[in-house]
């Protein structure tokens, strides 16, 4: 993935001015960590959307300040409108390119419909787990974890969070035995549906459609 690189500027507009920034398309955000005085920044809230599809909360974010200085970061958090759901405030945390850090990642499964132990309806494969929580530098982190899961043979087969093949440079940290996804047989929804039907009650419905 292409390096992600986001333009900030000093912001001076703090508390409800930020309301007449927003209306501009700009975005008030916040950069703080590595044991350095926080940045009051703001940025133009199109590139910052852009940045954010981009980068998720796994992918580092370079900001450039003003045209100068550039911080590799890691979004923390992003607060949105009750309502709208627009973008109010980002937040992002400063990293050293060096240090491994830990972070969850997304887990995307594949294959659900190659899985033996599917064939037939003899049953679906159910996620357990929507993300893992893994170790490493902060460019080294994935964007997302694909697991496949067309090697489940059959009912109650899983994959195991200790299963989970990593890239170069990614260590697991968690418990090893949490499942990822498994082979779960379908459910019978209705207590009648394990009741055999009898001639009788086939005809009492027969007559009932034909009124």
């Known amino acids: 993935m292409d390096a992600i690189t986001l333009n900030a500027e000093i912001r001076t507009s703090l508390g409800k001015k930020n ?11 916040h950069m703080y960590g590595l044991a350095r005085e ?4 703001q940025a133009d809230e199109v590139e910052l959307k852009t940045a954010l599809r981009s980068a998720g909360r796994t992918t580092p974010v370079t900001l450039k300040v003003n045209g100068s200085g550039e911080t590799v970061t ?20 400063r990293v050293d390119i060096l240090e491994e850090m830990e972070t969850p990642v997304p887990i995307r499964l594949i294959g659900q419909d190659d899985a033996p132990g599917t064939d037939g309806g ?5 996620q357990g787990m929507f993300e893992l929580q893994v170790r490493a530098r902060p460019f080294d982190i994935p964007h997302e974890i694909v697991v496949d899961c067309s090697g ?20 697991f940290v968690g418990s090893a035995d949490e499942r990822v996804a498994w082979i779960q047989p379908p459910r019978v929804t209705a207590e009648e549906d394990l009741l055999p039907v009898s001639e009788d009650e086939e005809v009492e419905d027969d007559e009932t459609v034909d009124d």
């Open 152 to 171: 489940l043979m059959e009912t109650d087969s899983a994959i195991l969070a200790g299963d989970v093949i990593l890239p170069a440079g990614v260590s």
């Open 74 to 93: 890691i979004v923390r958090s992003i607060a949105r409108h009750a309502v709208s759901g627009a973008i109010q405030h980002v937040d992002f945390e």
């Open 38 to 41: 926080s940045e009051t920044l």
């Open 19 to 29: 309301r007449a920034l927003r209306r501009q398309g700009i975005t008030p955000i």
């Open 122 to 126: 003899a049953g679906v494969v159910t």
